[in-house]
Nanobody, 118 residues
Framework: QVRLVESGGGLVQAGGSLRLSCVTS???????????MAWYRQAPGKQRELVAS???????NYSESVKGRFTISRDNAKNTVYLQMSSLKPGDTAVYYC?????????WGQGTQVTVSS
């Protein structure tokens, strides 16, 4: 079983910063089989969209809308993936979800709300 727990969301003014964390709880065997971790977000009335991802090898990918403002990183010793968000805009307001991709399954966290006020 894989459990993902996000934290770090909140209310911030436009131009501000937040850092989201996603802690993965699983057996060592499962953790070693995670191919990639990613952050998604879903705004009210919109589809869930990819924000950023990081592979086991460390390659990163960002959506065009956050490139240059957000940074995804990970601490393998803590089984934690981070999303550093800077220069936040009201359009970044959404529930942010963490996803773990394994060879046969994907797992999602419960989400953390990020609200950016203008």
């Amino acid at each position: 079983q894989v459990r993902l727990v996000e934290s770090g969301g909140g209310l911030v003014q436009a131009g501000g910063s937040l850092r989201l964390s996603c802690v993965t709880s699983a057996s060592t065997l499962v953790l070693n089989n995670i191919n990639a971790m990613a952050w998604y977000r879903q705004a009210p009335g919109k589809q869930r969209e990819l924000v950023a991802s990081i592979t086991r090898g460390g390659s990163t990918n960002y959506s065009e809308s956050v490139k240059g403002r957000f940074t995804i990183s990970r601490d393998n010793a803590k089984n934690t993936v981070y999303l550093q968000m800077s220069s936040l805009k009201p359009g970044d307001t959404a529930v942010y979800y963490c996803k773990a991709t394994l060879p046969l399954y994907v797992y999602w966290g419960q989400g953390t709300q990020v609200t950016v006020s203008s």
